[in-house]
């Protein structure tokens, strides 16, 4: 992974994120998923600022941003994307590509922010809402996240992010993802468990969604499933699907050069 530039932070709602700004062109917001930062598109950031303003916040509560605690719904980090679209003076609709969780806010941001939308990449993501199973697992690990710290869920997502190859071999991008879900802030990474246990389905809104639409996914990801995804993008007008080989769910950590061309083909479609 590619060092980022330094963020800066930007006051957003009753809150400050820190965001990193990039190059010039039309606009293109990166959302990181659960429980990472910007850093996880260091490879689009370096790469795609050629040709786009890059704009990469850690949401609230993880990265460098300021913790709100208790619970952050996917809506709230919709909607203070969209404020920090304004905070930035970003007038020309966006093109939005979120990962995983950056995916569950990316829909909330199509059904409450649709004028500051040009074009969407979900990456890595599901539009179900959590079983009830798997939503009442997410709090009982919030809770034990605050008492212990983020360890029990980096040990935890790890073998769910990457191939078993990539973690035998040590592959840098798994011990820098690591490092980032160990220094995430535990009361910052609970409210997102929480957030997302408490997220609505969105599978039946999918066919409304009448911008351009981009779904790429790792075909190997344990987490959002290949033929689920595919799935998605059969169900909105005009989706288009792209697999990237030999990835997981980390597609644009673990394939820089393939995810970032699929978005530029997608782009100049
Ligand atoms: C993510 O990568 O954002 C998470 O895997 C999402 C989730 O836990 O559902």
Redesign the pocket.
């Known amino acids: 992974m590619s060092n980022p530039p330094a963020g800066k932070k930007v006051a957003v709602a009753d809150t400050h994120l820190n965001v990193i700004e990039q190059g010039k062109g039309r606009p293109l917001l990166l959302v990181h ?2 429980p ?1 930062d910007h850093s996880m598109w260091a490879g689009q950031i370096s790469e795609l600022s050629s040709d786009f303003r890059v704009i990469a916040p850690d949401l609230r509560g993880l990265g460098l941003s300021e913790v709100t605690t208790g619970t952050v719904t996917m809506q709230r980090y919709a909607d203070d994307l969209a404020e920090l679209l304004t905070a930035l003076d970003v007038k020309e609709p966006v093109i939005f590509c979120g ?4 995916g569950y806010i990316a829909w909330q941001f199509v059904a409450r922010h649709r004028a500051k939308l040009a074009a969407l990449i979900v990456a ?1 993501s ?1 539009a179900v809402a959590d079983a009830e199973k798997a939503a009442a697992g997410r709090k009982e690990t919030a809770d034990k996240v605050e008492k212990e710290g983020t360890k029990v869920v980096a040990d935890a ?1 790890l073998p ?2 990457f191939p078993a190859r990539e973690i035998e071999r040590g592959a840098a991008f798994v011990k820098a993802t690591e490092a980032v879900m160990l220094a995430s802030p535990p009361a910052g990474v609970a409210a997102a468990l929480r957030g ?1 246990a408490a997220r609505p389905d969105f599978t039946s809104e999918l066919p409304k969604i009448d911008i351009p639409t981009l779904i790429i996914c790792g075909e190997e990801d344990a ?1 959002a499933p290949a033929a689920e995804m595919k799935g998605i993008a059969e169900a909105i007008p005009g989706g288009k699907f792209v697999n990237i080989a030999g990835a997981g ?1 980390m597609s644009p950590l673990e394939k820089p050069a393939e995810f970032n061309a699929a978005i530029r083909s997608f782009l100049k479609s």
Do not use: A, V
Request: zero cysteines.
């Open positions: 998923g659960f990472l990962l995983s969780m950056g890595d599901r997502m769910k992010l997302m987490i769910h």
